[in-house]
Each structure stands twice: as C-alpha cells, then as structure tokens.
C-alpha cells in the first residue's frame, strides 16, 4: 500500500479508539467535573507511557522542538475546554459529528501554513463529507440545547490548529514524543481547575481513567503517525467515519437511536471517505516512488 492509504487506514483506527475513548469520558463526564475528568484523562495517558519513557530513557523524550510541543498543549487545552463543556449534554453522534467541521480548517490550515499541496478530489471529498455532516447537526440548533452544540463548534478550530502543530512537529521528534508531551502539557495546563473542582474517584473510576488514558495515548500515537507518513490533508476525509463509530456506540451505550438525519448524513460520510481512499490509492499507484 501507498504510504497516502496506510496514513488513511491508521487515522480510521484512530477515529475509532477515539470514540471508544469519548464514550468512556462521556460516562466520567456525567458522574465527575468535567475539567477534572479532562485532566485525569491526559494525566493517565502520561502514566500509561511510563514503561516505554523508562525503557527509551528520559533523555529519548526530551524534544527537539519544546516551543512546538508547549504551543500544542495551550491550543489542544483550550479546545478541550469548549469540549468537555459539552460533553454531557449533547447525543454522542451529534457531538462527533459537529467536530468534524475540523478537516476543513485543517485542511486550510494545511495549504498556508504547510505549503501541501491540495487535489480538487480532497476538497471535494471534505466538503461533501461536511455537507454531510450538515444535515447531522442542523436539528442541533433548533432546540434548547443549542449552545452547547455552539460550545462544540467553538472547539474544533483549536483542535485543528493543534493538529496542525503535531504536523509540524513530526519533522523534529517522533510520534512518542509528540504524545507523551502532549499529555503532560494539558495534564499541566488543566491542574488548577482540576484541583478547584476536586472529586475523589471510585475504584471504578480509576479503571476506567486508566483506560481512557491507554485509549488516548494510542489513538493520538495512530493518528501522528498518520501525519507523519502522509499529508495531513489526505487523511482528514476518513475521519468523517469517526461519525459511524459515535452512532453505534451511542445506540450500545446509551440507547440513543440515531435519527433519520443522523443516517442520512452518515450515508454522504461514507460515500465521500469510500470516494477519496479510492481515488488516493490509484494516484498512489500512478506517482513513482
């Protein structure tokens, strides 16, 4: 395979331990504050890296790019802010699906600040994918909860920005790196409200923030690495599966039954990912190595 499509297929792994990660964070979210759930989260995710960071040595960890790596971890907190302030109060579907409005800054964000270069296929792929997740979301805002939805779209800019930082870093530290300092700074950054709200766990709990922790931690490691062998803006059309995954899990988790809107812009979802890997892979076949 072309090293466009493996970035595709690792970044489809990635969207699917997130939403297993989101799910687990909705449940916590519901039960604990959700910035201190946010800073658990992340401070897991460092803990469970603790074994590899040990075996590499400390000084394997120390990056090359340390403005980069602080630079993501203010921009990634900040979104996660928006993020978990939403979090218990929209369908699991419609909050994945209001996230995806990311790909497209990320892939404006690809073209100025990246110099990628940008096929009309990928744009078209990325907007029908969004069109997509138009009809998804536009119920959102015709009910009482519509500023939360508006607190969700709010994050997604940040996000990108931030991915686009772990872009630019996988020129100077590996995917480890990036994801292990990502942990630590947000786990920083998100310290002091975290200690404002303070809530003791249960035993429960705590497994399932060590879980959230490996789960965050993977999905972040698949998802740089999907960067770092394939151009960022190639691989944002797949995300949009990441909508298919919320509204099964959402339905086994929670009975949330999707509805007629949520399927059909999951239908245009898939149809533009299915077109856009196709379309990689046979110009992947077409460019010499």
Request: net charge positive; aromatic share 12%; charged share 10%.
């Amino acid at each position: 395979m072309t090293p466009t499509l493996n970035g595709m297929i690792l970044a489809a792994g990635a969207g699917f331990t997130f939403a297993l990660l989101n799910l687990n964070l909705r449940v916590l979210a519901s039960e604990l504050p959700p910035f201190q759930v946010q800073f658990l989260r992340y401070g897991a995710g460092l803990v469970v890296m603790i074994p590899w960071i040990i075996q590499a040595g400390l000084a394997a960890y120390v990056p090359r790019a340390m403005g980069g790596q602080l630079w993501r971890g203010v921009a990634h907190t900040a979104a996660l802010f928006f993020w978990f302030s939403a979090l218990p109060h929209i369908p699991f579907a419609t909050l994945t699906a209001i996230g995806f409005t990311g790909p497209i800054f990320i892939m404006l964000g690809a073209v100025l600040f990246l110099k990628e270069r940008m096929f009309w296929q990928r744009w078209a792929a990325a907007l029908l994918g969004f069109l997509g997740v138009l009809v998804v979301v536009a119920p959102s805002f015709t009910g009482t909860g519509g500023h939360h939805a508006l607190l969700m779209l709010a994050s997604a800019p940040l996000f990108a920005a931030s991915f686009l930082i772990a872009k630019a870093l996988t020129r100077h530290d590996t995917p480890q790196v990036i994801v292990a300092w990502q942990s630590l700074t947000v786990a920083v950054f998100t310290l002091p409200v975290a200690v404002w709200l303070w809530e003791w766990p249960s035993l429960m709990q705590w497994g399932i923030v060590l879980l959230c922790g490996a789960l965050g931690s993977l999905g972040h490691w698949m998802l740089t690495m999907a960067y770092r062998i394939a151009d960022i803006s190639a691989a944002q059309p797949v995300k949009f599966l990441d909508l298919i995954w919320a509204a099964c899990l959402g339905y086994l988790a929670f009975s949330e039954i999707p509805t007629t809107t949520t399927l059909a812009g999951a239908a245009v979802i898939f149809l533009s990912t299915s077109w856009i890997a196709r379309v990689e892979a046979r110009r992947g076949r077409s460019t010499p190595a």
